[in-house]
């Protein structure tokens, strides 16, 4: 699997959600996850966290298209992230087209 690099912006509206902002090519996006999806990148909190996604649809020169697990405050499902945000979780890689 991929994960891409968010930013924690506070609590959702259960305990166990989180609401995290995700950099995209048209601005910050935010949307609510649960928190046990995170994976903090390391011990030190400025190194941020990341969220699991799937494979990227598609891409340009400097971005993927990615799918996100939930829907974004403003309606969207795939967003378009900087490649530099983008790594892979597992081993294998895949081609995009």
Do not use: C
């Not at 649960?34 to 891409?59: A, F, H, K, M, Y």
């Amino acid at each position: 699997m991929m994960r891409v690099k968010v930013e924690r912006v506070g609590g959702g509206l259960h305990p166990s959600e989180v609401v995290v902002a995700v950099e995209t090519k048209t601005g910050r996006e935010e949307l609510s996850v649960d928190g046990r999806s995170l994976q903090d990148s390391s011990q030190d909190s400025s190194q941020g966290s990341s969220l699991e996604i799937g494979w990227p649809v598609g891409q340009d020169e400097t971005h993927y298209l990615v799918e996100l697990p939930n829907e974004t405050f403003r309606g969207f499902w795939r967003v378009w992230v900087p490649k530099g945000d983008v790594n892979s979780s597992g081993g294998d890689a895949r081609a995009v087209a």
